[in-house]
């Protein structure tokens, strides 16, 4: 990989990792709506 690759990429993980977190938060609350539910 050349430099300018990884720079990209690094510039792009704090979007990539909200919108991991923001997935994560979704599936936990659909966890405890189904736990709720049963």
């Known amino acids: 990989a050349e430099i300018g690759q ?20 979704d599936i936990e609350q659909l966890r405890k709506d189904i736990d709720q539910s049963e």
């Open 6 to 25: 990884v720079d990209g990429l690094l510039q792009d993980f704090p979007a990539n990792n909200q919108a991991f977190r923001d997935a994560n938060f």
